[in-house]
């Protein structure tokens, strides 16, 4: 429980310091010096609590590489681009997209079937992020209409 906490503070202090300081940076290097610091964090916690037997080989290295590199580094690069076009509220609610690209990665990579409550979830997963933000809108709109 503690890592979850842990987790979610600096991810969310990550963000406010990405929004209000480092937005006009260059959001690879940001993403870069953050991944390699959190690597550090994962090695002495790797080092510390991991006692067991590893099978190290060219394939699980290279399967770390992708999911640490090609998957992980893009995504907080995406996510930083969006968080710096965009207020923090409403670039968090892109989040839920996550089980929906996940769900049709299944189904397009490893031929997983697509049921019909699936494909409704994932509708009403778009519906709900849509009426986020088009709610945010009005609500914007009209604030600006009164105050002129």
Sequence with gaps: MLLALSSAISWAVANLLFKL??????SIQY???????????????FLSFE??????????VVYIL???????????????????RTEASKASISLLLVPVV????????????????TLAGI?????????????SNKIESNVMDEAL
Excluded: D, R
């Excluded at 640490?68 to 681009?81: D, E, K, P, R, T």
């Excluded at 769900?103 to 409550?117: D, P, R, W």
């Design 21 to 26: 300081k480092l937005k006009h940076c260059n």
């Design 51 to 60: 006692h067991g037997e590893s099978h190290w080989g060219f394939m699980p």
């Design 102 to 117: 996940g769900v049709l990665s299944g189904c397009i990579f490893l031929h997983e079937a697509l049921k019909i409550v």
């Design 123 to 135: 509708f009403l997963v778009l519906v709900g992020i849509w009426f986020v933000n088009s709610k």
């Design 66 to 84: 992708f999911a640490g590199i090609v998957a992980s580094a893009l995504a907080f690069v995406m996510w930083n681009h969006i968080l710096s």
């Design 31 to 45: 993403t870069t010096w953050q991944m390699t610091i959190g690597a550090m964090g994962l090695l002495v916690y």
